[in-house]
């Protein structure tokens, strides 16, 4: 199982029945959530927070107005513009090439792989049902079904290489606000417009037979596409495990290594480690399924970022690509930024925008593409957010917690609001939720995007009452040192005396 992002941090059913005792003495509401902001240590954060209820009425607003690094609640923006600004149905394509002649079934020259965005080639669920018919997909599904298609067409033997053709986006891969060392994980992942298994590999690290000893670390996928060296050691059982924080790629290349200790006795996890050629990934894997399904591929594997290179097989009357793969539909893109807070999904979904809605595969021109939405759609003012990224992993992101309480308004209401709804986390089920809130009357009735970097943690999202009224808030907690843990209990502390 893939690690959830630092947003989808959850807590124990204790801790959570912890935090709806503290501060619920009596008074109004207004005392109440003061007495929690106000309760050592949490005093020291910066807390902006925004209530209101259904008819408009705002029962609680401290800071509302003040700008917050929202961290992951970041991810309501570029899920709510996609879900009313794209057409329903919505699926990225993914179209196959023939540069060169195709003869009794060989294909002299390449075979381009053209990739338009869609992220969805990884192995994951798209439903909270996760034993719902076709609710899952393997590392391999998408690959398979193009390389499937492919033999079915004819093709035995490529003389050339599978391309791999990322340029749909614009080049830049990485954004310029993201920390050096996010650079080496999946969390920050490059983004292409062709990509497979979340631009990440998975190295599955199991502790040696003693100490000193190096530990066992093997990875999937593996398709030879990097060299890796395993300078680890296997510490005392009590030592605690360094090795998460210590896998290492040597710029320009595909060098990588580990260093580190994994404690004796530790059960086996996975760490997922992005890679650097998006494009060449993808080529790479469909190279691999169809020589699994035998068709020869002479020329290895390339990619490229230039929109020019082979731009004449998509345009001036060429022929049709010889396969075109239709991807999930917009409501599993979706889901999974939501839900599990999956950043490298939310950026996709950013350059998506950029080019469906505008005319670039751009952070640059999403970002204008989103900033257009809630100012002209949803009314907010333009000087109350300032978006850097779509996942909220820069703290370059600033937005007030009025402003979320506005969006999440609109949605609510919105005739496109379904699979932004669906997406959303719930407490008690599946999703970045489900451990809080146990025990206490919202079980079931919380339905909110969580967040967490840095020292910030927030929640943004909707309390349903018992009465059937909604309740619509944001409370951001930035500029802190206390423990994670103990800020979502708080936090979650806050959300239960709103149902009082």
């Known amino acids: 199982m893939r690690k959830l992002i630092l947003a989808s941090l959850t807590i124990s059913a204790a801790v959570s029945l912890q935090a709806q005792s503290r501060g619920g003495g009596g008074g109004s509401l207004q005392q109440r959530l003061n007495r929690l902001l106000d309760q050592p240590p949490f005093d020291r954060a910066t807390w902006n927070v925004f209530v209101q209820d259904d008819r408009g009425r705002v029962l609680f607003n401290r800071n509302g107005d003040r700008f917050s690094v929202p961290a992951s609640n970041t991810k309501l923006v570029v899920a709510a513009t996609a879900a009313v600004l794209l057409p329903a149905d919505y699926r990225a394509r993914t179209s196959v090439y023939t540069n060169g002649s195709v003869t009794n079934g060989v294909l002299h020259g390449d075979l381009v792989l053209y990739g338009r965005g869609d992220p969805t080639w990884s192995e994951r669920c798209y439903t909270i049902d996760t034993l719902a018919p076709g609710g899952c997909d393997s590392t391999w599904t998408v690959v398979d079904a193009i390389a499937d298609s492919l033999r079915a067409r004819g093709l035995r033997r490529v003389t050339g290489r599978i391309v791999g053709d990322g340029s749909y986006f614009e080049p830049v891969l990485t954004h310029w606000n993201w920390g050096s060392f996010d650079l080496n994980w999946w969390y920050a992942a490059p983004v292409s417009g062709l990509g497979f298994h979340d631009n990440s590999v998975d190295f599955e690290i199991t502790p040696g037979p003693a100490v000193d000893q190096p530990p066992t670390i093997t990875w999937n996928p593996d398709l030879h596409l990097f060299t890796f060296e395993n300078r680890a050691r296997t510490g005392p059982a009590d030592s605690g495990s360094t090795i998460g924080d210590n896998f290492f790629r040597r710029p320009g290349t595909l060098d990588i290594w580990a260093e580190g200790t994994a404690s004796l006795g530790r059960a086996p996890w996975i760490e997922s480690f992005a890679l650097p050629d998006p494009s060449l990934y993808a080529a790479r894997a469909l190279a691999a399924s169809l020589q699994k399904k035998g068709v020869a591929i002479e020329g290895g594997a390339g990619s490229t970022t230039d929109s020019m290179l082979y731009r004449g097989l998509r345009c001036c009357g060429s022929p049709p690509p010889i396969v075109e793969y239709r991807g999930r539909p917009l409501p599993d893109i979706i889901f999974p930024i939501l839900n599990s807070s999956q950043n490298w999904f939310a950026e996709m979904l950013l350059k998506t925008l950029g080019r469906e809605v505008g005319d670039t595969g751009s952070w640059a021109r999403g970002l204008e593409v989103e900033k257009r939405f809630l100012v002209d759609s949803v009314k907010i003012d333009s000087t109350a957010f300032a978006l850097d990224d779509g996942s909220g992993l ?55 995007k969580t967040g967490s970097i840095f020292r910030v943690n927030t929640l943004s999202g909707y309390v349903e009452r018992p009465d059937g009224r909604v309740i619509t808030f944001s409370i951001q907690a930035n500029g802190h040192t206390v423990p994670t843990r103990q800020m979502l209990a708080q936090i979650d502390s806050l959300v239960v005396q709103l149902a009082r």
């Not at 009025?402 to 719930?426: C, E, G």
């Open 394 to 448: 820069s703290a370059g992101n600033l937005v007030t917690p009025h402003a979320f309480v506005q969006l999440l308004t609109y949605m609510y209401r919105h005739p496109k609001r379904a699979p932004f709804l669906a997406a959303l986390p719930r407490a008690q089920q599946r999703g970045s939720l489900l451990r809080r809130f146990t025990g206490t009357p919202l079980e079931g009735r919380v339905l909110a």
